[in-house]
T-cell receptor
Framework: KQEVTQIPAALSVPEGENLVLNCSFTDSAIYNLQWFRQDPGKGLTSLLL?????REQTSGRLNASLDKSSGRSTLYIAASQPGDSATYLC??????????????FGQGTRLTINP | NAGVTQTPKFQVLKTGQSMTLQCAQDMNHEYMSWYRQDPGMGLRLIHY???????DQGEVPNGYNVSRSTTEDFPLRLLSAAPSQTSVYFCASSYVGGPGDTQYFGPGTRLTVL
């Protein structure tokens, strides 16, 4: 059974710092990995998706990497801003079985950027 | 596009009552699913559908029913609500295709069962 772990559970840093969020998974046979952002009381917003054949994806100040062999992904946030404060969730998708795209989520890292 | 919409946003039920959580998407996605989010448990898959008329169980299906009569709609039914079903419920949709298909989530329904 796939298990996804995110460490740390919470992180507080001053504005302007570069930071890394970690995600680890137990089964390396993944189809893709997705990073989401969740603001308090809101739904999930997709930030980056890395396919199993890819090593990294970039969007603006965000960079996500994937190392399937070690079962790890990182989300790098450059020049952090108070608006980046949110919970960041990592989710992995296993092989496509009869069209099912089941996501297994980590419990998230709650990020606070202090002005 | 409105994306994935969910109604209601908030709901309070008494134990034993029934209700339906609505989910709709306007992106012509074949795949739709329901998750519940609980503190310390993360998001867990309840039911999913790969197309109209086709549904299957996820990780935590007990106490919930689903059906999919159209591509756009995927309602989640609670037949007899229990306090253990107090949670935030999210609906998601995506294309069924390659590894680059992003899943889109609705804003959620916050359910309290007394």
């Amino acid at each position: 059974k796939q298990e996804v772990t995110q460490i740390p559970a919470a992180l507080s840093v001053p504005e302007g710092e570069n930071l890394v969020l970690n995600c680890s998974f137990t089964d390396s046979a993944i189809y893709n990995l997705q990073w989401f952002r969740q603001d308090p009381g809101k739904g999930l917003t997709s930030l980056l998706l890395i396919q199993s054949s890819q090593r990294e994806q970039t969007s603006g100040r965000l960079n996500a990497s994937l190392d399937k062999s070690s079962g790890r992904s990182t989300l790098y946030i450059a020049a952090s801003q108070p608006g980046d404060s949110a919970t960041y969730l990592c989710a992995v998708r296993g092989a496509l079985i009869q069209g099912a795209q089941k996501l297994v989520f980590g419990q998230g890292t709650r990020l606070t950027i202090n002005p | 596009n409105a994306g994935v919409t969910q109604t209601p946003k908030f709901q309070v039920l008494k134990t034993g009552q029934s209700m339906t959580l609505q989910c709709a998407q306007d992106m012509n996605h074949e795949y739709m699913s329901w998750y519940r989010q609980d503190p310390g448990m993360g998001l867990r898959l309840i039911h999913y559908s790969v197309g109209a008329g086709i549904t299957d169980q996820g990780e935590v299906p007990n106490g919930y029913n689903v059906s999919r009569s159209t591509t756009e709609d995927f309602p989640l039914r609670l037949l007899s609500a229990a306090p253990s079903q107090t949670s935030v419920y999210f609906c998601a949709s995506s294309y069924v295709g390659g590894p680059g298909d992003t899943q889109y989530f609705g804003p959620g329904t916050r359910l309290t069962v007394l």
